[in-house]
């Protein structure tokens, strides 16, 4: 039997059990004016093996080297069953799993497709026409695999020069982290120090997608044309409500590190947008500016 279903999004944090979150998005959405609190012990190891071991209930709960077993059989599933069942010819298993390993290094970043496929030649020199992998995409992207962070096109007050292009975004970060050979325990040394940010911010933005759906609100990025403003996670609300949030490796947060959401309220006049860092810290707090610090491990829905 399949094991995992192709249409369930992962679970979140704050569903795994393994937390004790105090504060709740829906409510800092529907009024981002209020005070926060919370402690937690949960610290980056601890995120380690979050991503490590996988929101899919099907996964989750195993052992170290049995969730890396199935993680891997799954990965081997989606290319030789999954997309030849749903109507993709892969001539080169090979190769498209080079270019899975390609999207997985570019978790949380906008690279083009284009430098995906540079990244994708083998040794051989082989690399699969652009075509190919467009249908790659689109059918990943069906089966719920890849799970990209559409650029935000707010509807007024509109900050100019944005970009539209995702950002790149596997549906479980522990998917990404097998396909980049690591694991809990390699992704704290030297070489998985390169992807640590960029799978907590994918571990965050899968908890932020599941927080966002239980409150009607959509999640985006945004990013100006020249890439001198950036906000990781943009969310809009069905009554238009709108929050912006960077998510930081750090436990302690400075000035440095809201300049972006700063300049998000600068162009969102007349609004009074919801702006929070989620970080790795262990209090959650309110700064005198108003934007709030949300350790990731006390956010719920």
């Not at 795994?16 to 981002?32: F, H, I, M």
């Not at 978790?107 to 082989?126: C, E, I, K, P």
């Not at 020249?226 to 750090?250: Q, R």
């Not at 440095?256 to 969102?268: A, E, F, M, P």
């Amino acid at each position: 039997g399949r094991i995992l279903s192709l249409r369930m999004r992962p679970m979140a944090l704050f569903e795994r059990g393994l937390t004790q979150p105090s504060v709740s998005l829906g409510a800092l959405l529907s009024d981002p004016d209020q005070a926060v609190e919370g402690r937690t012990d949960f610290a980056l190891p601890d995120y380690c093996r979050a991503i490590a071991r996988s929101g899919f209930p099907g996964i989750m709960g195993k052992s170290a080297e049995v969730t890396q077993e199935l993680l891997d059989s799954y990965l081997r599933l989606i290319v030789d069953r999954d997309l030849p069942d749903y109507g993709a010819t892969v001539r080169r298993p090979e190769t498209l799993r080079r270019w899975l390993a390609a999207y997985a290094a570019a978790s949380s970043q906008t690279t083009s497709y284009a430098n995906l496929l540079d990244a994708t030649t083998g040794g051989d020199g082989s690399q699969p026409a652009k075509t190919t992998t467009i249908a790659y995409r689109d059918h990943l992207t069906a089966l719920w695999i890849l799970d990209p962070v559409p650029g935000w096109t707010p509807s007024s007050n509109a900050p100019k020069r944005l970009q539209q292009a995702p950002k790149h975004q596997l549906a479980d970060p522990a998917l990404a982290m097998r396909l980049l050979n690591l694991n809990e325990t390699t992704l704290l040394g030297a070489r998985g120090q390169k992807f640590l940010g960029q799978l907590f911010e994918s571990l965050a933005v899968l908890s932020l997608r599941v927080a966002a759906e239980a409150n009607r609100a959509r999640v985006y990025h945004l990013r100006t044309r020249n890439g001198d403003h950036e906000v990781d996670i943009i969310l809009e609300g069905a009554n238009g409500e709108i929050a912006g949030l960077e998510v930081k490796l750090a436990s302690a947060i400075d000035d440095q590190d809201v300049k972006h959401l700063h300049w998000l309220r600068s162009q969102l006049p007349g609004q009074n947008p919801l702006l929070a860092v989620i970080s790795t810290g262990t209090q959650a707090y309110r700064r005198p500016d108003g934007i709030y610090v949300i350790p990731l491990a006390l956010l719920e829905a």
